[in-house]
């Protein structure tokens, strides 16, 4: 069996655990990598640990713990670690890897003082089995509070006194203004695929000259987050759109014609 090391991220990470293991594959993606690695810099700064798994030289997975105040996603609560994303790859896969990443996680929560760990995982993602399997973390001692369609919000308390923490309660509400059409952006930079989703919508909004009225909300501020309790979303009139993956340009631009009564 292949042995593997699970290690603090070091600068030789950074690149693979930036691009969330999206290495050399477009410039689009390296850019959204050099803002993340801004984000995730800053999240270290403020008690987040960032680990990175290796078979060898080589790079087999990562994972964050991001304390709750500071999560750009959710879910609310208090003095709790969040793992909002674990990535494992084909060839790390069945060595223990996945849960020697949470262990560690784990351990540092403890000694950092958290009351306990939450994740919010899926249950059959259409196709997406491997993304953040809800069953990986049950089988580690982590138990259901609450689901939302296929999301499953899950934790490990440590201590009688952690508060059980909650879903996002979204309360986003439409400001029409007249002769516009006005797109509500709720992005992070983060998640890489928010980002990138972010700069595709500034791209195409910006064709439109003045037409358009781009508000934007930066969920890397968690005082964004929690006014409207929106993680990820894009709003064209007040009408959601979204593809399950990074909004492509052309569908946005369909959605901006329509509102417009161009298409």
Not at 67 to 82: K, N, Q, Y
Not at 194 to 223: M, P, W
Request: with cysteine; hydrophobic share 40%.
């Amino acid at each position: 069996m292949a042995k593997f090391i699970i290690r603090e991220m070091l600068p030789e990470d950074e690149y693979y655990v930036s691009t969330c293991s999206h290495v050399s594959e477009s410039a689009e993606t390296d850019a959204s990598a050099k803002k993340r690695l801004g984000v995730l810099r800053a999240l270290i700064a403020r008690g987040a640990v960032v680990k990175a798994a290796l078979i060898g030289s080589a790079h087999v997975g990562f994972a964050h713990g991001i304390p709750i105040e500071a999560s750009s996603w959710g879910p609310v609560g208090r003095d709790l670690m969040v793992i909002p994303c674990l990535y494992v790859s084909k060839r790390g896969t069945q060595l223990g890897i996945g849960r020697a990443l949470v262990e560690a996680i784990e351990r540092d929560a403890r000694r950092l003082g958290r009351l306990g760990v939450t994740t919010t995982a899926f249950r059959d993602l259409p196709g997406a089995a491997w993304f953040m399997p809800a069953t990986f973390f049950e089988h580690l001692g982590y138990r259901s509070i609450d689901e939302r369609d296929r999301a499953v919000l899950l934790w490990k308390a440590f201590s009688d006194q952690a508060e059980t923490p909650r879903f996002l309660k979204p309360s986003y509400a439409f400001t029409p203004i007249e002769s516009k059409v006005v797109v509500d952006l709720f992005w992070n930079d983060f998640c890489q695929t928010s980002g990138i989703e972010a700069q595709r919508v500034r791209e195409v909004c910006a064709e439109f000259g003045n037409r358009i009225v781009l508000n934007e909300h930066c969920t890397d501020q968690r005082d964004v987050l929690l006014a409207h309790e929106v993680e990820r979303a894009i709003y064209v009139n007040g009408r959601e759109i979204g593809w399950g993956y990074e909004a492509p340009k052309e569908g946005i631009r369909e959605a901006i014609e329509q509102a417009l009564g161009t298409a």
